[in-house]
């Protein structure tokens, strides 16, 4: 059975740019969330979304911005990319989205701003 | 408001011996507490997690946590450290809503041979 799938594994952007990471949730699970790890770092929460809407928020600028499809894939975008978006970001996938459910997580994609 | 605490950013034990982890967190609200594995260049795997009934939480790979309330305390142990489980060890928390999950920053486990 398929894991969660990111894509690209990694991607180097210019800063001022924009990027797009993918994420396909394993099958039957409704829930994606997105989450930050910075080098040296634990991950930190963005989004989750859940039957297509946005159900919780982390604290991150309004450049991040996200949205689920109807097969329940998911995006993340960010625009005006800074150095400090530089990191790993992590999908998670669950049936869903509450804590009775275990979240699996998928390898990430490596950003690096330059 | 929630947090995690992890004492230790690096801890080092030798092949067999005792493994213990600690983590402490802040909530206002009855907790859900997890600990994550997370291998080089790979995501984050679940170990164990803690809701409701029972303070001491078995997980896979042999690693048990026991949830202390009056110490705010879930601290992940391990009776015999075997090489495999060099890795990053996550604590993490999160609401009844499990709609966000608070994140340590990590501890990283080290195993001599």
């Known amino acids: 059975d398929a894991g969660v799938t990111q894509s690209p594994t990694h991607l180097i952007k210019t800063r001022g740019q924009h990027v797009t990471l993918r994420c396909s949730p394993i099958s039957g699970h409704k829930s994606v969330s997105w989450y930050q790890q910075v080098l040296g770092q634990g991950p930190q929460f963005i989004f989750q979304?859940?039957?297509?809407?946005?159900?919780g928020r982390g604290n991150f600028p309004d450049r991040f911005s996200a949205r689920q499809f109807p097969n329940y894939s998911s995006e993340l975008n960010v625009n005006a990319l800074l150095l400090g978006d530089s990191a790993l970001y992590l999908c998670a996938s669950s049936l869903t989205g509450t804590q009775n459910t275990e979240a699996f997580f998928g390898q990430g994609t490596r950003l690096t701003v330059v | 408001a929630q947090s995690v605490t992890q004492l230790g950013s690096h801890v080092s034990v030798s092949e067999g011996a005792l493994v213990l982890l600690r983590c402490n967190y802040s909530s206002s609200v009855p907790p859900y507490l997890f600990w994550y594995v997370q291998y080089p260049n790979q995501g984050l795997q679940l170990l164990l997690k803690y809701t409701t009934g029972a303070t001491l939480v078995k997980g896979i790979n042999g690693f048990e946590a026991e949830f202390k309330k009056s110490e705010t305390s879930f601290h992940l142990t391990k009776p015999s450290a075997h090489m495999s489980d060099a890795a990053e060890y996550f604590c993490a928390v999160s609401d009844t809503g499990g709609f966000k999950t608070i994140f340590g920053a990590g501890t990283r486990l080290f195993v001599k041979a």
């Open positions: 979304y859940y039957e297509k809407e946005e159900r």
